[in-house]
Nanobody, 121 residues
């Protein structure tokens, strides 16, 4: 059984910071790309940041310079450091990963349950 579990969400004031974590657990052979997405009420889910197995990163224009994605391969964990938070960053943040579960060498896509980030003004 493979799970992605997010943590670190919460309520912060504008200009503040949060660090989200997502740990993959269960029978996993390997993890390829990992990323963070977010979805605000009534809006489509959008990509926030991704990081490849080699550490290459990409960011949505709206978060460039403020957010940093990183990963710890030994811990099967991806992080999202969010600085200078704005009210428009308020959303449910979802962890995503392409990984090979224990029964297959093919990568499959998994989602975490989401963690709420609320930025007050």
């Amino acid at each position: 059984q493979v799970q992605l579990v997010e943590s670190g969400g919460g309520l912060v004031q504008a200009g503040g910071s949060l660090r989200l974590s997502c740990a993959a657990s269960g029978s996993i052979i390997s993890i390829n790309a990992m990323g963070w997405y977010r979805q605000a009420p009534g809006k489509q889910r959008e990509l926030v940041a991704t990081i490849s197995s080699g550490g290459s990163t990409r960011y949505a224009d709206s978060v460039k310079g403020r957010f940093t994605i990183s990963r710890d391969n030994a811990k099967n964990t991806v992080y999202l450091q969010m600085n200078s938070l704005k009210p428009e960053d308020t959303a449910v943040y979802y962890c995503n990963a392409d990984l090979s579960p224990g029964y297959s060498y093919h990568y499959r896509n998994y989602w975490g349950q989401g963690t709420q980030v609320t930025v007050s003004s």
